[in-house]
Every structure is written in C-alpha cells, then in structure tokens.
C-alpha cells in the first residue's frame, strides 16, 4: 500500500511539472521577437549603424565582407548585429546569424572605485606611568 502512494505521489509531480513546464514556455515565446526565417538581408559592412538601416530585428543577415582574409571582421560584425541568444556561422570569410541592433545605454556604465586599502591601526606610544 506505501508503495502504491508513493508511485501515485511521483507521478503527481511528473504530471505537474510537465503542466507548469508547458505553461511557462508558453508565456515566454510572446515576450520574445518573432524571427523572420523568410527574408535575408545582406550586408559586406560590419558598422551598426549601416547595417541598422538595411535590416530589420529578427532577420536572418548575411555579412559578406568586399575584403577576404581579415578575420577579426567577422568577429567584430557578430559582436556588433547579431543576437547572441542564437546560433551564430562564423568563418573567415563571413557570418550568418539573427540580427538584434545595439541598444543604446539607458544609464551610463559604472566606473570601478579602486577599493579602500585597510589602514593600519597606528597607535601613538604611551607614556609610561610614574
């Protein structure tokens, strides 16, 4: 009979851990942007700001570089346009990736305070008693 509870307890779980599983990707997937799989935008800069005007947030992009063999192009277009929650293809010779634009900073960024050093506890000397 304890047997049976507890296999009638664990499925329970099971159960409601797929039902809130289900619900909780459901909720997710409006906040999140719809990716456009049916337009390709192609671009041969890495600059944002060009490229923020050819494509639009979502789309697949093409970045084809007019140069062949710098490989720090590609890197610094995926660091700059694509959106990094998803799958990048990087070579040398160009990326493919869904572009998400810069966003511009709301609030400065913080600049790091050196940390306060500990101080050492100087004490005057005492004078000896009389």
Known sequence: MRKNV??????CLAWLGLIIGCDRNKS???TEQVIDQ??????????????????????????L???YGNEQLPVLFAATNCDLRYSIALT????????APLQKRTT???????????QENKQQPQKPKK
């Open 6 to 11: 507890i296999g009638i307890t664990v499925l």
């Open 28 to 30: 997710t997937a409006t």
């Open 38 to 63: 049916a337009h390709i935008c192609e671009t041969n800069t890495w600059e944002p700001q060009v490229v923020a005007e050819r494509c639009s947030p979502g789309q697949k992009v093409v970045f």
């Open 65 to 67: 570089p007019k140069v």
């Open 92 to 99: 040398n010779g160009g990326v493919a990736c869904i572009y």
């Open 108 to 118: 400065p960024p913080q600049e790091e305070k050196p940390q306060a050093q500990p």
